[in-house]
């Protein structure tokens, strides 16, 4: 039946256009543009598409399309531009997709090898900010860290094993001498809280008075470290004085004299420099001790330049100066006598402490028991004497 009519639509619109032929231009359009619409639409309702459809090859008719030609013809940036990126992502189950995806299947068809060929190494390279990376990683900081806390831990060593033997040396000379090890203070007034055990067991002494083996230490390396400044110093003038002004140093006691002079002068800013800005010395800092007046308060000015002048009234006397730290309650010399300082125990950052086996030893002395308890370990101040002693039980004597 649709066959049958389309020859006769066919023919309605070719009838209309030649009874229309002499007509005037406008009303002959009108009429075919009405006739073609009526013929157009009769047709569309006469053909069936999907028998159009299957009569179409498809393959024939993708051979004929110049798919380069189209994709010329294709704006790109206009075609993004009308795209919704985020209603598109929207639109995507990523885990559906993820699960699609074969990687190990993916990875076994990349050339490993082939791939590495094509990267410049060098290019690479010196594309990398190199400071900025290990910046951003903390390096500089971790190695620090590390050569910090590194060297910390040797030097504590080192200081554990020099309170060990001053609590080892006071408590011999004070039984040598007759008297009771607990009755001796602990530290001054102002430092006497600072008593306790660590978890550990090693027993915590900062502030308490510094012993002999701790402050011969720091007095050797300070010695060390005045003799090799002054060496240095007196070398390098003489190599100013010899080459740059062409003047020769000759040898004479006048000469030996002065150099002798020069040293004490040097010896003397040294010593009176770091008391007066820091109570300490290089030696002491790095033994890790610090002078203190007799209530634990930082020294004044007047103080430091006193023990400095004394000094070496105590190195004079044959060292008889220095037996107040065997003998005095409070550790004092002669010259800590005379500017009414005392030396106490200081690390810094971190806590003062003696050996956990020396410190066992000290509490179970203290408290009689043969295993120290945990009463005998918050008594804290058995490490080396009654902790309730306090600047006010300060003799007279150095």
């Known amino acids: 039946m649709a066959d049958a009519r389309l020859p006769l639509v066919a023919l309605l619109i070719a009838a209309a256009t030649a009874r229309n032929g002499d007509d005037d231009g406008s009303k002959r359009d009108g009429l075919l543009s009405r006739v073609a619409a009526r013929a157009t639409g009769a047709v569309v309702d006469i053909v069936d598409p999907e028998k159009i459809v299957e ?16 994709l010329d013809r294709v704006d790109v940036n206009a075609l993004m531009d009308r795209v919704d990126v985020n209603a598109l992502l ?74 060990s033997l001053d609590q080892i040396i006071g408590r011999a000379t004070y039984t040598v001498i007759g008297r009771d090890a607990q009755t001796r203070p602990v530290a001054p007034a102002a430092l006497a809280g600072n008593v306790a055990v660590a978890k550990d067991g090693k027993g915590q002494v900062t502030g308490h008075y510094a012993g002999s083996a701790t ?25 100013v004085f010899d080459v740059v002004f062409r003047v020769e ?106 050996s956990a086996p020396l410190t066992k030893w000290v509490n179970k002395r203290a408290t009689g028991l043969d295993e120290p308890t945990d009463a005998a370990n918050s008594h804290a101040g058995a490490i080396e004497g009654t902790s309730d002693a306090s600047a006010g039980s300060d003799d007279a004597a150095p």
Do not use: C, K
């Open 55 to 70: 009569q179409i090859d498809v393959n024939a008719l993708m051979e004929r399309v110049d798919v380069n030609e189209l």
């Open 90 to 163: 929207d639109r995507v189950e990523v885990n559906d997709l993820m699960d699609r995806v074969g990687v190990d299947a993916l990875l076994d068809r990349v050339d490993v090898n082939a791939l590495m060929n094509r990267v410049d190494i060098d290019a690479l390279m010196n594309r990398v900010d190199v400071r900025d990376l290990t910046d951003r990683a903390g390096i500089p900081e971790i190695v620090q860290e590390s050569t910090t806390s590194l060297f910390g831990s040797a030097l504590d060593v080192f200081r554990r094993q020099a309170v």
């Open 215 to 239: 402050r011969l230490s720091a007095f050797i390396l300070d010695s060390l470290f005045m003799w090799l400044a002054f060496v240095v110093i007196a070398f390098g003038l003489t190599f």
């Open 249 to 354: 140093v000759a040898q004479s006691w006048q000469q030996s004299a002065i150099g002798i002079a020069l040293f004490l002068l040097w010896a003397f800013t040294y010593m009176f420099t770091g008391l007066a800005l820091a109570g300490r010395t290089l030696g002491m800092g790095i033994v890790g001790i610090r002078v203190v007046n007799r209530q634990g308060e930082t020294i004044a000015g007047r103080q430091a330049l006193i023990r400095t002048l004394v000094f070496p009234v105590s190195l004079v006397t044959f060292g008889l100066g220095f037996i107040g730290i065997f003998i005095s309650p409070t550790r004092r010399t002669l010259h800590d006598a005379a500017a009414g300082t005392v030396v106490v125990y200081d690390w810094g950052d971190r806590p003062a402490e003696m």
